[in-house]
């Protein structure tokens, strides 16, 4: 029996572009003729059936715009079982006969669970983490990277100004694809992340020797968030260099901001090919870009999948930033 009736929620942390996704998979789905509600407060508002209406003018103007305008929120009570019957429920009586989940990797438990209860959901990878396994990039993540990047750049100005050292934390939980590709793109005479085992004496502090006595006299650190610890790094560069030195913690800033023209074109292809398998009978779905193409996994394969640190990048870091 054919689709009427869609949902679409952003759940967890925002990512800029989520937007222009609510917006692919509204307008796709009514070009269908499928009815679409909006979730407020993702899960949350699931459990309580707080929709509103989506029609073509409720999503006009939103593509540039960061955040979402469904609001997010993180549930423990969903988790139980209690809360997912009361999700369904609240489906069921609003004649909701599918999901789609804009989120990471916790929201996507969540649309297994609904799924495996009768609730057809398909995910869609938003995060500035860029940390979805089996997805090259994720909605969000190339603003992320742009938002850090210009930061730093202004941070480099002053750092020059005053021969200093700016150690600089950016986001992205226990993964350092972010702090790996800003390091590069703004020269790092060091970056710390998770994936790779580091020793501060070599890796900072005799790095940071080795390119002063070359004449190099302002330095960024980058340290992924997932590291951490960049408060009591800044005192110990100060005394072992010299070189004054400020620690700076970039923070949920990176998350906002207008999305990059790369994150809107990926969210509205990625809405409209949610809409897509939704409407052929698939579910239990997410939705990934792999080269550049769109693909869609089992949400339970695409959790256990493993995603590759690059390895390689990491080593064109450290031999270009001296």
């Known amino acids: 029996m054919a689709i009427k ?10 990512a800029p572009g989520m937007n222009a996704a609510i917006r692919a998979v509204t307008r796709a789905a009514l070009f269908k003729g499928v009815e679409v509600v909006g979730v407020y407060r993702g899960y949350v508002g699931l459990m309580s059936g707080d929709f509103v209406p989506m029609t073509m003018r409720s ?19 969903f988790h139980t079982e209690e809360g997912m019957q009361k999700a369904i429920a609240q489906c069921r009586a609003h004649g909701i006969e599918g999901v789609v989940v804009l989120g990471g990797d916790g929201s996507f438990r969540g649309a297994q669970d609904l799924t495996r209860r009768g609730l057809p959901c398909v995910g869609l990878p938003c995060t500035i983490d860029n940390d979805i396994s089996c997805c090259e990039h994720t909605i969000g993540y190339d603003t992320a ?3 850090a990047m210009e930061m730093i750049d202004k941070l480099r100005d002053t750092s020059m100004s005053h021969d200093r050292c700016s150690v600089v934390e950016v986001m992205g939980r226990e993964a350092g694809y972010l702090a790996l590709n800003v390091a590069v793109a703004v020269g790092a005479i060091s970056v710390l992340v998770p994936e790779i085992q580091h020793d501060f ?5 005799d790095r940071i020797r080795a390119a002063a006595l070359t004449g190099k006299k302002h330095f960024i650190v980058l340290v992924a968030e997932g590291v951490g610890g960049v408060l009591e790094m800044a005192p110990q560069i100060e005394k072992a260099t010299g070189f004054e030195t400020r620690a700076t913690i970039l923070g949920h800033v990176q998350r906002g901001g207008s999305p990059s023209v790369y994150d ?14 939704l409407l052929a009978g698939q579910s239990n779905r997410v939705v990934t870009v792999q080269n550049d193409r769109l693909m ?11 995603k590759p640190f690059d390895e390689h990048l990491f080593r064109v870091a450290q031999e270009l930033s001296m």
């Open 59 to 77: 999503v006009s103007d939103i593509i540039q715009r960061g955040g979402t305008i469904l609001y997010s929120a993180r549930s423990h009570e």
């Open 145 to 147: 990277l742009n938002t």
């Open 296 to 306: 869609d996994f089992d949400i339970e394969e695409a959790l256990r999948m493993k």
């Open 264 to 277: 809107r074109v990926l969210a509205s292809r990625m809405g409209h090919y949610a809409v897509e398998l």
């Open 5 to 14: 009736k869609i949902a679409v929620l952003t759940s967890g942390g925002d």
């Open 201 to 205: 004496q070599r890796d900072v502090i």
